[in-house]
């Protein structure tokens, strides 16, 4: 594909939308705050001189176009797909539909995708279109796959970088290992794209590595966990930076106020697209959850004979509430002949990386973890969860055990359950109730649980 593609550009970019104070106005959903209003401002007001740029080059294939309503309808209804917005296009059902370059349709079919995953089906057009794009699913629905393809066709169609100028294409990830493996994906489809925490994002601007000049493609991935982690200033610091005329797509596995308000502060008329159940804490259906209800001094002896039990040369996944409990069961694990390492925030980067290549490549099968690998962690064929220690939200339940059960594949999630974590008991049994996993409630101390499965 040539660098410039001939098709028209699309009439909502930078000079046309300026007067709409470049975020959007009026009564659209989504309008702007006043202080965003003045950022924008502010930013249009360096944009002169810079190239134009084309973001609409969605051309609908024949098959998609002969689709009737109710076709779009029952297909929508089949793959629990739900959409908002205006002028909402019509899902594509095979990748020849959308268009993208025949190299990228290579890389699909070597790696074995049978058609696109239900965010990919309906967020490629939308995000083809150009417009901006909210995207509510689950970890492991495909979703990098559902920016970083059209990310390829919007870089291809831009203007050759010259020298100084910055990045087309940004993504900005809550962890280093979730950029890390959004990096490896982005490689095999040779898209040149920044990937970047925001802290680390910040420091090489600030030391002049780079700059933002020149981003017209933001995305901005698992948003509600850089919001969990405290990213808001830095998520705003750097947005401030980007031409207004960008656009933005806005990732999520969760749909709170929180993340909903800074959408608005980001977004123009988005398009939004939920793969049903993600709005709602729910877990993946083919995740077969066990909960054990024990006492704290109880646990080691639970998790050396579940591992005896269970123990296949699959990899395993043990979660823990902290890093010094991290490492201690690690060492006595290692002590007691089982192939375990950890990861946590106070390992180095360094360390960080080989515990996670050794992991991956089934070397130790058994990884100890913090939260820091609870979301983003794109492991293939990890087989066991086991929440040793009970997270302290409902939803790094669901985002931790959502480590299994990947890409079609079924997987299995152990917690183990204390007198501690009983005030989550009631929301947890909602949780395996909507999976469809037996239930049995039982009273240990006035402790409503839900027991093994």
């Known amino acids: 594909m040539s660098r410039f593609d001939g098709r028209a550009a699309d009439p909502g970019s930078y000079r046309d939308r300026r007067s709409e104070g470049a975020f959007g106005g009026g009564t659209r959903a989504f309008a702007p705050t006043s202080k965003a209003d003045s950022a924008a401002a502010a930013a249009a007001a360096d944009l002169d001189g810079l190239p134009r740029f084309e973001k609409n080059f969605y051309v609908e294939s024949p098959s998609v176009a002969g689709m009737t309503e109710e076709e779009v309808e029952a297909y929508r209804r089949r793959r629990e797909i739900t959409v908002e917005g205006r002028d909402v296009p019509k899902p594509v059902r095979e990748f020849r539909d959308v268009g993208f370059p025949e190299y990228v349709l290579q890389e699909i079919t070597k790696a074995g995708f049978v058609e696109p995953t239900p965010i990919q089906s309906q967020g490629w057009p939308m995000a083809l279109r150009g417009r901006d794009l909210i995207g509510i699913a689950e970890t492991g629905s495909g979703k990098t796959l559902a920016y970083l393809l059209p990310a390829i066709v919007h870089v291809n169609a831009q203007p050759i970088l010259a020298p100084g100028d910055g990045p087309i294409v940004l993504v900005l990830a809550p962890t280093r290992e979730l950029a890390v493996q959004i990096q490896q994906e982005a490689t095999k489809f040779g898209v040149e794209i920044v990937i970047a925490t925001p802290g680390r994002l910040i420091d090489m601007i600030e030391s002049h590595h780079t700059n933002l000049r020149r981003i017209t493609y933001l995305v901005l991935d698992e948003a509600d966990r850089m919001l969990d982690m405290g990213f808001e200033p830095q998520i705003k610091k750097i947005v401030s930076q980007i031409r207004p005329d960008r656009q933005t797509l806005y990732w999520s596995a969760t749909w709170p106020k929180e993340v909903e308000q800074l959408a ?43 591992l005896e039990d269970i123990m296949d040369g699959s990899r395993i996944l043990i979660f823990m509430d902290t890093k010094k409990g991290c490492d201690q069961i690690t060492r006595q694990l290692r002590m007691d002949g089982w192939p375990a390492l950890s990861i946590h925030g106070d390992k180095s980067q360094a360390e960080r990386d080989w515990v996670l ?43 931790r055990i959502g480590r299994t059960g990947r890409a079609g594949a079924k997987g299995t999630a152990y917690t183990f359950f204390t007198a501690a974590n009983a005030r989550f008991a009631k929301d947890l049994i909602n949780i395996l109730e909507e999976a469809g996993q037996k239930v049995t409630v039982i009273d240990i101390e006035g402790m409503e649980v839900a027991g093994p499965s």
């Open 264 to 306: 608005r502060n980001f977004l123009f008329d988005p398009y939004k697209v939920v793969i049903i159940g993600s709005e709602e804490l729910k877990a993946n259906h083919a995740i077969s959850q066990h909960v054990e209800i024990l006492s704290e001094s109880q646990k080691y002896n639970k998790l050396v004979n579940l």
């Open 357 to 399: 290549s050794e992991f991956k490549s089934g070397k130790s099968p058994i990884m100890t973890a913090t939260d820091v690998a609870a979301r983003g962690l794109d492991v293939k064929d990890v087989k066991y969860v086991i929440n040793y220690d009970f997270p302290g939200s409902l939803e790094d339940y669901v985002h």
